[in-house]
């Protein structure tokens, strides 16, 4: 497979590793490793993406967009050049959280899975992130975590991101 352009080749390479964690006639059980893989490498799922990864994992394409729209973790459309997934879940709420959503969305101008009209910033509800002790949560561009946020702390971390 060494044709596709898509993804590099540190990509595939790292595909190949997930997939050899399953049975030889198992593979597509690597499926949500490699969208995650994709995603890392091309910023959001798209219709290309989808087609490679059920090309390269051998799977009709209905089923990499099943699990890809099942879990909230996938970005189906192109995100701005940051995003923030805040909990809203009970802990979060219950630490602010709710009163964080609305200073973030009058902040930017936008709703959930909106991105701002800028371009910089796409605002995402999460569900629970398994940190309920620092709540209230944020994931930002999905890889670095950041807890017990304050309200105060939100204008800032507008400006950050809006800045990255």
Known sequence: MSDRKLL?????????????KYPADRKSSAVMAALAIAQ???GWVSESVVEDISQY?????IAV???ATF???????????SKVAIC???PCALQGANKMVDQLKAKLGIDFNQTSPDGSVTLKEA????????????????REMR????LADVDSLVEELKAR
């Open 8 to 20: 590099s080749s540190e990509a595939y390479r790292a595909i190949d590793k997930e997939i050899a």
């Open 40 to 42: 890392n490498e091309v």
């Open 57 to 61: 994992l051998g799977m009709r394409p």
């Open 65 to 67: 967009w099943e699990v």
């Open 71 to 81: 879990y909230g973790m996938y970005n189906l459309e192109k995100p701005g050049r």
């Open 88 to 90: 809203t879940n009970l």
């Open 127 to 142: 569900e629970c992130m398994g940190a309920c002790g620092d709540a209230p949560v944020v994931i930002i561009n999905d």
């Open 147 to 150: 807890g017990k946020i304050a």
